[in-house]
């Protein structure tokens, strides 16, 4: 039966010591920024989840959450607020709060903020030994700053002219009053 991990808290937040089960408020734990891909709480430690991973991430209008991409394993999403653009497979899905996403295996993706504000989104994706990436050129997500020029399997060519991603402290994203947050 696995054990409780520890949350150690570090300059940015809080972040699990060990592989056992925890419990930490997304405000409180570690995140990351990019100027280019916004905020995400990855909600792990120096070690990965080894079977799924789980990420919050926050978008403000234009941002990309990554490069557009496939993986060979299930991929889920749920847009907790705001609004976004969804480009899948060549096509542009205008998406609100509480828009659920599934993507199966071998599904051409990426998310890029939309809208008056910041958006929020669960991120949900499968972790297999063996699971493969592949970045595809794309005239859609190149007019999003989200495209390779050249198809690639390699992270680090995919991400090779980003900025680096910094620790800093979440917050919440969506600021009260914003229109972004009607269901409708």
Not at 60 to 79: A, I, K, T, W
């Amino acid at each position: 039966m696995p054990k409780e991990a520890k949350l150690k808290r570090t300059k940015h937040g809080l972040v699990p010591s060990g592989r056992g089960w925890f419990v930490v408020n997304a405000m409180k734990a570690r995140w990351w920024r990019s100027k280019r891909f916004g905020r995400t709480c990855v909600f792990e430690g120096n070690e990965r989840f080894p079977h799924l991973g789980v990420n919050l991430s926050i978008l403000e209008p234009g941002q990309p959450n990554c490069m557009y991409h496939r993986e060979s394993d299930q991929e889920d999403f749920l847009v907790l607020a705001g609004r976004c653009r969804l480009l899948i497979d060549e096509r542009e899905v205008p998406l609100k709060a509480w828009d659920f996403v599934h993507c199966p295996p071998g599904t051409n993706h990426v998310f890029v903020g939309a809208g008056s504000g910041p958006c929020a989104i669960l991120m949900m994706g499968a972790r297999r030994p063996g699971t493969t990436l592949t970045y595809p050129a794309s005239p859609l997500a190149r007019r999003y700053g989200a495209s390779v020029a050249k198809r690639t399997h390699s992270p680090t060519v995919a991400y090779r002219d980003s900025p680096r991603w910094l620790s800093t402290k979440g917050r919440w994203p969506v600021p009260r009053g914003s229109g972004d947050r009607e269901s409708g």
